[in-house]
C-alpha cells in the first residue's frame, strides 16, 4: 500500500508535487462554492446560498461559545475559511486515489502531516499576533508568567504541544481513513468473492469517513477559536 511521492528539489529545497496540486484544487473549489453562494444574494435565501449563510450562523455559534463577540466577531472569516478548507481538503481523498507509476498524485492534502502542521504553526502563530495587537507586548509577555514566574517553562511546552496536537490528530484521523478505504480497495480487485466481501465495508466506511472529514474540520476551527480566545480575552 506504500506508494512513492512526486518529490522535485527547485532551487534547493523540495517539494511534493501532490501535496501542491492538492492544496491547489481545495483553495479553487473552496473559492468558487464563495463565489457561487454570493454571485446572486436574495433577501430570502435559497440553494447555495442558503448553504452559506448557514455555514457562517454555524461558525459564529463557534465563535460565541468560546469568547465574547466583540473580541471574535474579527475571527469569523477566519472560521468560516479553515471550516471549509478543511472540510473540502478532507474530502478530496475518499472517492478514489490516483496512482501513476507507483506515485500517488491524489489524495487529501490533509492526509500529509505538512499540511496540516503548517496549518497548525499558522494558528498558533495568528493567535500569538493578535494577542500582541489587543493586549500590547507588555501585557501579553505577563500572561506567560502567570499565576508564578516559574509557570513560563510549562507555558512554552504547552505551546509546542498545542500545534502538534492540533495538526497531528487531523492528519491522524484522516491518513487512517484513507489507508483503510485503500485496503479495501485492493480487496475489490481480487477475485469476485473479494469484491463482494469488501463492496459492503468499503461503502460503509467511506459513509464513516464522510462524518469524520465533518467533524475533524469543526474540531479544528472549534481548536482554532479556543486558542485565539485565550490569546486576546482579558479574563483568560
Known amino acids: 500500500m506504500h506508494h512513492e511521492a512526486p518529490l522535485r528539489e527547485i532551487f534547493g529545497l523540495t517539494f511534493n508535487l501532490a501535496n501542491l496540486l492538492m492544496i491547489t484544487i481545495a483553495t479553487a473549489l473552496v473559492f468558487i462554492i464563495a463565489v457561487l453562494s454570493t454571485r446572486k444574494l436574495a433577501m430570502k435565501p435559497t440553494g447555495i446560498q ?27 472569516v477566519l472560521g468560516i475559511t479553515l471550516l471549509m478548507y478543511v472540510f473540502v ?34 494558528v498558533v502563530g495568528l493567535s500569538h499576533y493578535y494577542g500582541v495587537k489587543l493586549k500590547g ?20 511546552i504547552e505551546e509546542f504541544a498545542n500545534t502538534l496536537t492540533l495538526g497531528l490528530r487531523l492528519y491522524g484521523n484522516i491518513y487512517a481513513g484513507e489507508i483503510l478505504l485503500g485496503l479495501l480497495a485492493a480487496s475489490l480487485a481480487t477475485d469476485a468473492v ?40 482579558h479574563d483568560h
Open 194 to 233: 473479494g469484491h463482494l466481501a469488501a463492496a459492503v465495508p468499503m461503502l460503509v466506511w467511506q459513509g464513516f469517513s464522510i462524518f469524520v472529514g465533518a467533524i475533524q474540520a469543526f474540531i479544528f476551527t472549534m481548536l482554532t477559536m479556543v486558542y485565539l480566545s485565550h490569546k486576546v480575552s
Open 137 to 156: 507586548t507588555a501585557e501579553y509577555g505577563k500572561e506567560f508568567f502567570k499565576p508564578f514566574w516559574f509557570m513560563f517553562p510549562i507555558k512554552i
Open 50 to 76: 442558503n448553504f452559506m449563510e448557514w455555514i457562517m450562523d454555524f461558525v459564529k455559534g463557534i465563535i460565541n461559545s468560546t469568547m465574547d463577540w466583540k473580541d471574535g466577531g474579527r475571527f469569523h
Open 89 to 122: 481538503s478532507n474530502m478530496l481523498g475518499l472517492p478514489f486515489a490516483v496512482v501513476y507509476d507507483n506515485v500517488l498524485w491524489w489524495k487529501s492534502p490533509t492526509a500529509d502531516p505538512v499540511i496540516t502542521l503548517t496549518l497548525a504553526v499558522m
